[in-house]
């Protein structure tokens, strides 16, 4: 039995025992290609789900499938907006079409158990169409539906680990892009890629609660830090990635319940 969760480098038959025998959920991350700000790799949106996902399943015995790496486009609100150079976005239709498609492949192989894990805010309801159109087809195809999580991870912060780690000041989700929690987990997962010696230290954007378009750019900050960065830490970082690979294995088993791939 290989001890490999990673899909893409397990070999067909590795994988297809795998399925045959352990019934493993199998997690997708689902990410972008994204500006986040000078110091942060245009990936983060999928280097981040990708680390909690391989490390859940290390836990509960799920396999990772292979990232989806671009996302839905960036909203002014929550991701800075389109108009950055190296956000490389996708229409809504295409990631739609790409995820109901891996869910059928997926059914075919009769995977049970699935679930996307989200690092990009704008992805989220389009996962969300997505597991309902794959539904639908599988069944019209007559294939057994497997059972479908869609959660963004960030969620999974409680109350608590945000009140110690952000001191009162959290903004809130949205503005949270390259903010402190996205740059402290990067600290404690990939510090090669972070350059902290290139922030500023600045309040959270004033953006308004709508969206117009086309958008004014000149209100959102031209490094693409929604709110500064500075505080960031790699002790911040492993706080908030110990307690999301904890709340995520738990919800897998809550979700899908004990069986012989959840250790
Ligand atoms: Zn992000």
């Not at 402290?184 to 959270?204: A, F, N, Q």
């Not at 709110?227 to 908030?240: H, P, V, Y």
């Amino acid at each position: 039995m290989t001890t490999e969760v990673e899909m893409s480098r397990m070999s067909w038959t590795d994988y297809a025992e795998a399925i045959a025998t352990r019934d493993p959920a199998v997690l997708i991350p689902v990410g972008s290609v994204e500006q986040h700000g000078p110091h942060l790799p245009l990936a983060t949106d999928c280097l981040i789900p990708e680390a909690i996902a391989k490390a859940a399943a290390r836990r509960t015995g799920a396999i990772v499938a292979p990232t989806i790496s671009y996302g839905y486009k960036s909203v002014p609100r929550c991701g800075g907006g389109q108009h950055f150079c190296g956000t490389t976005s996708v229409d809504a239709a295409t990631l739609i079409g790409q995820l109901r498609d891996i869910v059928r492949e997926l059914a075919r192989h009769k995977v049970t158990k699935v679930s996307f894990v989200v690092g990009h805010m704008e992805n989220l309801w389009f996962v969300t169409e997505a597991c309902d159109l794959a539904l639908r087809e599988v069944k019209m195809l007559g294939l057994e539906a497997p059972r479908l999580m869609n959660v963004g991870y960030w969620e999974f912060l409680s109350k608590p680990t945000i009140e110690k780690a952000f001191d009162g000041t959290f903004p809130d989700w949205s503005l949270e892009h390259a903010g402190i929690m996205e740059t402290s987990i990067m600290l404690h997962c990939h510090p090669e890629l972070v350059k902290m010696e290139r922030l500023t230290e600045h309040g959270p954007a004033t953006l308004p609660v709508y969206d117009l378009w086309p958008y004014d750019t000149a209100q959102v900050p031209d490094t693409g830090v929604l709110n500064t960065a500075k505080g960031a830490s790699a002790a911040k970082g492993k706080l908030f990635y110990d307690e999301y690979v904890q709340s995520f294995s738990d919800a897998l088993v809550d979700a899908f319940g004990k069986s012989p791939s959840i250790r």
